[in-house]
Structure formats: C-alpha cells, structure tokens
C-alpha cells in the first residue's frame, strides 16, 4: 500500500477506454467517475464510482480487456 501512485484526472477525462488491457488495479480516492459504454453514437451510463471503489480487480488477475469506458466526472 505504501507503494501506491497517485493519478489525478480532470473532468471528462478518460481513466479506461474498453479495448485497453487491464495492467493495473485502482482506488478510488475522491471524486466520481462514470462507468458506460457507447452504442450508436451515445453513452451509456452503467454505474458511478466513488470514493473506496476499486476498479479492475476482477480483469487485473485474469489479464482480460474492460468492456466498458471510465470518465471523471
């Protein structure tokens, strides 16, 4: 834990698109972020993520793409 990196994002920034490989874990330590997916030319919004969430720990292990797009917001 001691080792962790902190990133700091602006609004609208992406964290993850979907066709990236999943090579590290995150923490959501402030603010909120958006989970969707895009489909004919709009965006999906699936969930929001907020402080204490942890994002890619499921493909992290299995080295597996996300299918889905990570924004700040």
């Known amino acids: 834990?001691?080792?962790?990196?902190?990133?700091?994002?602006?609004?609208?920034?992406?964290?993850?698109?979907?066709?990236?490989?999943?090579?590290?874990?995150?923490?959501?330590?402030?603010?909120?972020?958006?989970?969707?997916?895009?489909?004919?030319?709009?965006d999906f919004i699936i969930d929001k993520l907020y402080y204490g969430s942890i994002i890619n720990f499921r493909a992290f292990f299995t080295e597996d793409n996300m299918w889905v797009n990570i924004r700040c917001r």
């Open 1 to 42: 834990m001691y080792r962790m990196k902190v990133k700091r994002y602006e609004e609208d920034q992406t964290v993850i698109k979907e066709t990236n490989p999943c090579s590290e874990i995150m923490f959501v330590n402030s603010g909120i972020l958006e989970v969707y997916t895009e489909f004919e030319g709009n």
